[in-house]
């Protein structure tokens, strides 16, 4: 079973910057996909990033590309997303998650609220 905490969230005015963080257990972690995906009230989850293990490439939703960074640290299996330029719109709880052999698992969530 692999565990996934999230930490970082918070309030922060439009044009700011937060990182997230998700710290994975497991002995494994650099062959994990890791993700992180967000959800505002009323909407579905969405797909925000994606870092594979493999090269560490990368891919972003076009709604945060340009302003998100994901980036991982397998010394500390810790992945980060740094957002930069945070709009009103980016408001969410923000969850990652990791991808092992074809399984998903969650972590609990972070909320991120952006003041207009």
């Known amino acids: 079973q692999v565990q996934l905490v999230e930490s970082g969230g918070g309030l922060v005015q439009a044009g700011g910057s937060l990182r997230l963080s998700c710290a994975a257990s497991?002995?494994?972690?650099?062959?994990?996909?890791m993700y992180w995906f967000r959800q505002a009230p009323g909407k579905e989850r969405e797909f925000v990033a994606v870092?594979?293990?493999?090269?560490?490439?990368?891919s972003y939703a076009d709604s945060v590309k340009g302003r998100f960074t994901i980036s991982r640290d397998s010394a500390k299996k810790t992945v980060y997303l740094q957002m930069n330029s945070l709009k009103s719109e980016d408001t969410a709880v923000y969850y990652c998650?990791?991808?092992?052999?074809?399984?998903?698992?969650w972590g609990q969530g972070t909320q991120v609220t952006v003041s207009s």
């Open positions: 998650k990791a991808r092992i052999v074809g399984r998903d698992y």
């Open positions: 497991g002995r494994t972690f650099s062959t994990y996909v």
């Open positions: 870092i594979r293990p493999t090269g560490g490439t990368t």
